[in-house]
């Protein structure tokens, strides 16, 4: 069975230091990744897709399958950034997710 | 545009009552899931609907089941409700039931909350 580790609960960092969230996988076929995001009294939506390969509000996110990681980075952190992070990973074929724990991001002043 | 929308927000009941927790797609798409969110965790994939069939189910038993409408719109049904089934409910739709067609749309939840 496919599984999805975020290994850290809490990051806290400093508004303008460098942010990376941890999130390792493991699946034995061909997997694709996610970050959802859920900002304070809102919904969960999708901030990125390895796929897309896009730059979503200054984060990036590199699929490693050599070490199945899937970490979600940023260089300078913005107060605006603090909220729940999730990776995901969905199997071939399918559209339904499966969830790490999560992380919370909070950026101080 | 609309989004997606659950109902109820809250609400509370017995052990070993029944439930049922309703979902609007979001327009244009046709494919619906559900997920439970402990508190403390990721959220769980209970079961998909696709066009009014169920198409995959997680780990949950029987007595967590679904139906999807011909408006696409679903509800989540629980039965003989225990503790443990305390959490959030979430609802996703998404264009359809493959992986290309994955950006799932959540709504905002229902907490269900079981006394």
């Known amino acids: 069975a496919q599984r999805v580790t975020q290994p850290e609960k809490l990051l806290s960092v400093f508004k303008g230091a460098p942010v990376e969230l941890k999130c390792n996988y493991s699946?034995?076929?061909?997997?694709?990744l996610f970050w959802y995001v859920q900002y304070s009294r809102q919904r969960l939506q999708l901030l990125l897709r390895?796929?897309s390969r896009e730059s979503i509000k200054g984060f990036t996110a590199d699929l490693n399958k050599g070490e199945t990681s899937f970490h979600l980075k940023k260089p300078f952190a913005q107060e605006e950034d603090s909220a729940m992070y999730y990776c995901?990973?969905?199997?071939?074929?399918?559209?339904?997710?499966?969830f790490g724990k999560g992380t919370m991001l909070l950026v101080s002043p | 545009e609309t989004g997606v929308t659950q109902s109820p927000t809250h609400l509370i009941k017995t052990r070993g009552q029944q439930v049922t927790l309703r979902c609007s797609s979001q327009?244009?798409?046709?494919?619906v899931s559900w997920y439970q969110q402990a508190l403390g965790q990721g959220p769980q994939f209970i079961f998909q609907?696709?066009?009014?069939?169920?198409?995959g189910r997680g780990n949950f038993p029987p007595r967590f089941s679904g139906l999807q409408f011909p408006n696409y719109s679903s509800e989540l049904n629980v039965n003989a409700l225990e503790l443990d089934d305390s959490a959030l409910y979430l609802c996703?739709?998404?264009?359809?039931?493959?992986?290309?067609?994955?950006?799932?749309?959540f709504g905002q939840g229902t907490r269900l909350t079981v006394v």
């Open positions: 996703a739709s998404s264009l359809g039931p493959s992986r290309q067609d994955t950006e799932a749309f």
């Open positions: 699946y034995s076929g061909s997997p694709e």
């Open positions: 390895h796929i």
């Open positions: 995901a990973l969905s199997k071939s074929g399918y559209s339904t997710l499966t």
């Open positions: 327009s244009g798409h046709n494919t």
């Open positions: 609907y696709y066009r009014e069939e169920e198409n």
